[in-house]
């Protein structure tokens, strides 16, 4: 063992010191850098990890030519007697600068895995910037922050090449370990050598594994709460929300143009809640994030209750955060950092007193039907009681609008139904103005009264949702409602059109429109008769079936038998117990298009 320890003290005094400044310095351009979006972006990261690129030597060339005496640093502190080189300054200073880029990637790393979602709903709930890094985007980083500061420690302990450039090697005063082991390999002292090395090695890896073992630790106890925690609770029960708007509507006319897309839509609709339907891609979502202020629409407005949200003309665009806006997300987007009811509280005014807020959480638990479950985390919450979490959430925040996307999508078919029965019950309460996100045709049927179909962008039907099921605006509407069955249709005179793809003549009860394209009729509504001689009733013939649990789908020919499983005009939903009635039949079997449900579109 050496006499003289000082390399040991001088290496940890730097390495903590360095390790101190690029905490923070890492932290702040990590999270600066994850939102600059202005020019050049990449020669700024460039510089940020240039010393992690760079021979250390050059780096203390540099730092030498910087705070040199003939340096800016250095006539700068030069009337103050004051100088960096040749100091344990310099040495910290070396070390800060060759570490600050393992701090800074490992920190944006951290930031960059952040769920976006997170930083948008906080953001919906009224939480400021500042509020949003400190309570969000910080303790969800912080162990990948944690894992930066470990690494830039090390690097720093085991700093050579600038350290030698900017603070030399003077035993007592700025030789570390590194050094230490060089100086004593040169002289061959073995010994001393291995001594520094053994130390080093110790140091660094002890720090290493101590993190590795704590974030095993919380990953472990994770993962045990959420298998013991897993449970389905009973969700079909009602809840009695208080409503705190009398009135409310919402006017948007918006364009967003993407490179690949352009959303041209225009609505009005009050406190009824609004089914906006369509395919992957159709602008569903992005009407949410427009009015939610997620997304920037490239022109246009947007008013609810009499507050302009948004205006291109007028240069308005509301702060995401001032908007009153609930957002529930698909994922639901629950804070896994923060309890059931730190997350419920997320979003009440600052102003409320501690017991006020015990109160409201305590009011959103009962009425979402999840009392006891205040201080458990998201992870322990099975699907359905964090939909309700989420939902609780939002509402606490008392917004003037309600923006549900595929609220259902991540549960199973069972809890789906139920809390669809408690959806409705919430909306039925709830009297702000609801936009409710979903591919799923009979859910938006279920909980909607008003519907808008968007197609590319673009609006192609908006009504009740009888009107839309019944009389289709295009056959694009059909099918994205449902419908199965279509032909080609040519005008014979006002009650009689020609269905070319079926090769029928049908007679019809719906005006027919100037420019006729199709007629279809939905699968469930094709009827089986005994009687040939009705109107509108064709013999067919069996091409093949397809089964679900409660019922069968069959694939029908008309007029004649078919070649090959491919060659039918029609498809027909019954029940399982007609389908035993009529499978037996001898063909051909007799279906009837009733006049009435036909549908006629452009």
């Known amino acids: 063992m050496p006499q003289d320890l000082s390399p040991l003290w001088i290496s940890l005094k730097t390495s903590f010191l360095a390790t101190f400044i690029t905490f923070f310095l890492g932290i702040a351009a990590a999270y600066w850098m994850l939102g600059y979006?202005?020019?050049?972006?990449?020669?700024?990261?460039?510089?940020?990890?240039?010393?992690?690129?760079?021979?250390?030597?050059?780096?203390?060339?540099?730092?030498?030519l910087f705070f040199g005496k003939n340096g800016p640093v250095g006539k700068l502190m030069e009337p103050f007697n004051l100088t960096i080189v040749f100091t344990w300054y310099g040495a910290a200073i070396a070390a800060t600068v060759v570490s600050f880029p393992l701090m800074y990637k490992t920190a944006l790393g951290a930031f960059e895995q952040i769920d976006a979602n997170l930083l948008r709903v906080a953001r919906t709930l009224g939480a400021k910037e500042f509020t949003i890094f400190w309570r969000v985007s910080l303790p969800l980083a912080f162990p990948g922050i944690l894992a930066g500061a470990t690494l830039a420690f090390a690097r720093a302990l085991g700093e050579f090449g600038a350290t030698l450039m900017l603070a030399g090697n003077i035993p007592g005063q700025t030789q570390n370990i590194p050094m230490a082991i060089y100086f004593a390999v040169e002289a061959g002292d073995m010994k001393e050598a291995w001594f520094w090395a053994i130390i080093i090695v110790s140091i660094s890896l002890t720090g290493i594994i101590l993190t590795n073992l704590w974030q095993e630790k919380n990953h472990i106890i994770r993962r045990t709460d959420r298998t013991e925690n897993k449970q389905i609770v009973s969700e079909n029960q009602s809840c009695d929300l208080p409503s705190n708007l009398s009135r409310s509507s919402l006017f948007l006319d918006i364009e967003k143009k993407l490179a690949s897309f352009h959303l041209q839509v225009a609505l009005n609709t009050d406190n009824q809640p609004l089914g906006l339907l369509g395919s992957s891609g159709a602008g569903k979502s992005m009407i949410l994030r427009c009015l939610a202020?997620?997304?920037?629409?490239?022109?246009?407005?947007?008013?609810?209750?009499?507050?302009?949200?948004?205006?291109?003309?007028?240069?308005?665009?509301?702060?995401?955060?001032?908007?009153?806006?609930?957002?529930?997300?698909?994922n639901y987007a629950l804070f896994p950092h923060l309890t059931v009811a730190q997350n419920i509280a997320f979003g009440l005014p600052k102003e409320l007193s501690n017991g006020n807020i015990k109160l409201e959480i305590e009011k959103q638990l009962i009425a979402m039907h999840l009392e006891g479950l205040g201080n458990r985390y998201p992870h322990q919450l099975s699907g359905g009681q964090q939909q309700r979490v989420a939902l609780a959430r939002a509402l606490a925040s008392q917004p003037e609008a309600l923006l549900l996307d595929e609220p259902f999508?991540?549960?199973?078919?069972?809890?789906?139904?139920?809390?669809?029965?408690?959806?409705?019950?919430t909306l039925a309460e709830y009297s702000g103005v609801t936009l409710f996100v979903t591919h799923n045709m009979e859910e938006a049927y279920r909980l909607c009264p008003n519907l808008l179909v968007l197609e590319d962008g673009k609006e192609a039907h908006h009504g009740?949702?009888?009107?839309?099921?019944?009389?289709?605006?295009?056959?694009?509407?059909?099918?994205i409602t449902g419908c199965k069955n279509f032909s080609h249709a040519a005008f014979i005179s006002s009650q009689t059109v020609e269905a070319i793809d079926w090769g029928c003549t049908l007679e019809v009860v719906e005006s027919i429109p100037n420019k006729l394209s199709h007629i279809g009729i939905r699968a469930h509504q094709i009827v089986f008769k005994n009687d040939p001689n009705q109107e509108n009733t064709f013999p067919c013939w069996l091409v093949r079936t397809s089964e679900?649990?409660?019922?069968?789908?069959?694939?029908?020919?008309?007029?004649?038998?078919?070649?090959?499983?491919?060659?039918?005009?029609?498809?027909?939903?019954?029940?399982?117990?007609?389908?035993?009635?009529?499978?037996?039949k001898p063909f051909p079997w007799y279906v009837h298009l009733d006049p009435v449900r036909l549908m006629l579109m452009e």
């Open 464 to 479: 009740s949702k009888y009107e839309i099921f019944k009389h289709p605006a295009t056959m694009n509407v059909a099918k």
């Open 409 to 425: 999508s991540a549960l199973d078919t069972h809890l789906r139904s139920q809390l669809e029965q408690q959806m409705t019950e």
């Open 548 to 584: 679900t649990p409660h019922r069968m789908t069959l694939f029908l020919k008309l007029h004649s038998p078919a070649n090959n499983h491919h060659e039918y005009h029609l498809q027909a939903e019954v029940y399982k117990e007609k389908w035993v009635t009529i499978k037996d």
């Open 293 to 330: 202020g997620i997304e920037t629409p490239t022109k246009g407005r947007i008013v609810l209750n009499n507050r302009v949200l948004f205006d291109s003309e007028k240069g308005i665009n509301v702060p995401i955060r001032q908007r009153k806006i609930g957002f529930l997300f698909q």
């Open 37 to 64: 979006r202005g020019k050049g972006k990449s020669i700024i990261e460039g510089i940020f990890v240039a010393p992690l690129i760079l021979p250390p030597t050059v780096v203390g060339f540099l730092l030498l």
